[in-house]
């Protein structure tokens, strides 16, 4: 069954594409050998657990559609990311179809040197190249007491998205918040209740 749009566009943006386009992704593959040289783009279930077991179990008593890990290792995977002078993201995300057009994603990336300043740079960059972004914004927010960046998108066909990026925890492992027309309240009370976990 096809997913609807908005869902595959999040879940586009949690396997490292560029973001809020379609191209570029890296390909959910069974063969993928996680203890392998990074030299190739790839993501499967069960791939990092130890990623996959940060992410959360539910979202509003529902559990997620979709649960997946992998790892970016190519230039045109990590966009401005390899322009930082980062050669390997790993990440996990779980996401989740709401109700009519909406959908959340939550991701945890993991990188020597990344930020979350940076993760909203990698999005930012796919949003301003993307034919259907109307308007954009990148602002400093904070989440669960810890300094974040967000970025929103409105596209020209109504639709709005919203990126929050944050530290969590250790070095170098930032959340993400992807969501796809959730009102404003929602998309904070979400990033609330997941930095808390």
Same mark, same amino acid.
């Given at each position: 069954?096809?997913?609807?749009?908005?869902?595959?566009?999040?879940?586009?943006?949690? @396997?490292?594409? =560029?973001? &809020?386009?379609?191209?570029? !992704? /890296?390909?959910?593959?069974?063969? *993928?050998?996680? $203890?392998?040289?990074?030299?190739?783009?790839?993501?499967?279930?069960?791939?990092?657990?130890?990623?996959?077991?940060?992410?959360?179990?539910?979202?509003?008593?529902?559990?997620?559609?979709?649960?997946?890990?992998?790892?970016?290792?190519?230039?045109?995977?990590?966009?401005?990311?390899?322009?930082?002078?980062?050669?390997?993201?790993?990440?996990?995300?779980?996401?989740?179809?709401?109700?009519?057009?909406?959908?959340? @994603?939550?991701? =945890?990336? &993991?990188?020597?040197?990344? !930020? /979350?300043?940076?993760?909203?740079? *990698?999005?930012? $960059?796919?949003?301003?190249?993307?034919?259907?972004?109307?308007?954009?914004?990148?602002?400093?927010?904070?989440?669960?007491?810890?300094?974040?960046?967000?970025?929103?998108?409105?596209?020209?066909?109504?639709?709005?998205?919203?990126?929050?990026?944050?530290?969590?925890?250790?070095?170098?492992?930032?959340?993400?918040?992807?969501?796809?027309?959730?009102?404003?309240?929602?998309?904070?009370?979400?990033?609330?209740?997941?930095?808390?976990?």
């Amino acid at each position: 069954m096809a997913r609807p749009a908005h869902l595959r566009l999040v879940v586009y943006a949690v @396997t490292l594409v =560029v973001a &809020l386009t379609a191209c570029g !992704t /890296a390909p959910l593959v069974a063969s *993928f050998d996680p $203890a392998s040289p990074c030299t190739t783009d790839g993501r499967m279930p069960g791939a990092y657990p130890e990623l996959e077991s940060l992410l959360p179990a539910d979202y509003e008593r529902k559990a997620p559609v979709s649960v997946d890990s992998g790892r970016n290792c190519t230039t045109v995977a990590l966009g401005t990311l390899a322009a930082a002078g980062i050669s390997e993201v790993r990440f996990a995300g779980a996401t989740w179809d709401l109700d009519g057009t909406a959908g959340l @994603t939550f991701a =945890v990336f &993991l990188a020597d040197g990344l !930020t /979350a300043a940076r993760m909203i740079e *990698f999005y930012e $960059a796919g949003a301003r190249t993307a034919r259907r972004t109307e308007k954009l914004a990148v602002s400093d927010t904070t989440v669960d007491g810890r300094t974040a960046r967000r970025l929103d998108v409105l596209r020209n066909d109504g639709a709005g998205e919203t990126i929050i990026a944050w530290p969590d925890g250790g070095e170098g492992r930032v959340a993400v918040l992807l969501t796809a027309d959730v009102g404003d309240a929602k998309v904070l009370a979400a990033a609330e209740g997941f930095a808390s976990r």
